[in-house]
Nanobody
Framework: QVQLVESGGGLVQPGGSLRLSCAASGNIFTINRMGWYRQAPGKQRELVADITNGGSTNYLDPVKGRFTISRDNAKNTVYLQMNSLKPEDTAVYYC??????????????WGQGTQVTVSS
């Protein structure tokens, strides 16, 4: 069993900042990729940012220059620093991890989601 526990969402004014955290635990041998997705009402879930265990990153174009993804491999934790937030960033943000379990199975799982609301 693998668990992803997210935190850091909330209500913020336009131009403000939030930092999301996602900690993985359980039956993990090593984590390959961790990422953040978001889904707004009526829209498809989209990849916001992801990061490999080697530190390579990828960002959704609208968040480039505003969001930064990072990870602490020792803690199996990924972060998303969100600056200069805009109302269109409002969504439920989901953590995703792709990993090898101790039994050798390559496994993907999701966090529970955390609400980010950007509004004045």
């Amino acid at each position: 069993q693998v668990q992803l526990v997210e935190s850091g969402g909330g209500l913020v004014q336009p131009g403000g900042s939030l930092r999301l955290s996602c900690a993985a635990s359980g039956n993990i041998f090593t984590i390959n990729r961790m990422g953040w997705y978001r889904q707004a009402p009526g829209k498809q879930r989209e990849l916001v940012a992801d990061i490999t265990n080697g530190g390579s990153t990828n960002y959704l174009d609208p968040v480039k220059g505003r969001f930064t993804i990072s990870r602490d491999n020792a803690k199996n934790t990924v972060y998303l620093q969100m600056n200069s937030l805009k109302p269109e960033d409002t969504a439920v943000y989901y953590c995703n991890a792709q990993l090898w379990r101790r039994d050798g199975i390559y496994y993907a799982t999701w966090g529970q989601g955390t609400q980010v609301t950007v509004s004045s």
